[in-house]
């Protein structure tokens, strides 16, 4: 077995000692070195430049939906600055992507994107549900990338300062804000450890970094990764 333990709340460090010998003693655990190298050994493949469409038919035969799902892979090795960016881009998208697709286009009855990260490679991802034969996936497709150029052509570069600022604002504070209870504090730090990245100041770290990101250095990540 490989353990991760996470002891936090009312103990002492020498506390916490004993009840990780007491834990270890009675597993009967052998460390090895194989099991970490396993652990450790993930990798996530990057995607070619360029468009790849993988269309898979319906479990259900005579289901009348589809669900179109765009993954743009973000070249993370800007580091937290490109984590930041895409962030900042998803909370400015959101919003005008549903109203877009969903209110006035109705393309479909589900219309969203998020950020996704496999094995710390990060990517936007755009989902739209829709019924096939009203909005077939090439068309649902098309509209979705129109809708990105559309998107950074006028409604990002457009953007004034004020809305700029009260978007990267409202996540900064979001970082800053104090967990409510132990509970919150303890999954936050379990999620560093899980994750194998163990950055448990991550939250005032990524504060600092989007006071620095400006509407010039979005728009550039944006054509960059996503068009």
Known sequence: LKIRMLIQGNFRQETALEIK?????????????SIIRKV????TLKIPKGDTHLKVKSLLPNDKNSIVKNYYQIDTDGGIESVCLLEL???ILREPLFNTLRTREQLGYNVSCAIKCDNDVYGLSI????QEKRNSARLVDARIEKFLWDFYSTMLSEMCDDDF????CSIVNQRRSLDIDLESEMSRNWCEIRERKYNFERSEIEARQLELLNKDSLMIFFKEHIL
């Open 21 to 33: 010998d007491l834990l270890l003693k009675n597993l009967h655990c052998e460390k090895r070195n």
């Open 40 to 43: 450790q050994n993930c990798h």
């Open 89 to 91: 881009l998803v909370k």
């Open 127 to 130: 989902i739209a549900e829709s």
């Open 165 to 168: 600022e009260t978007m990267k």
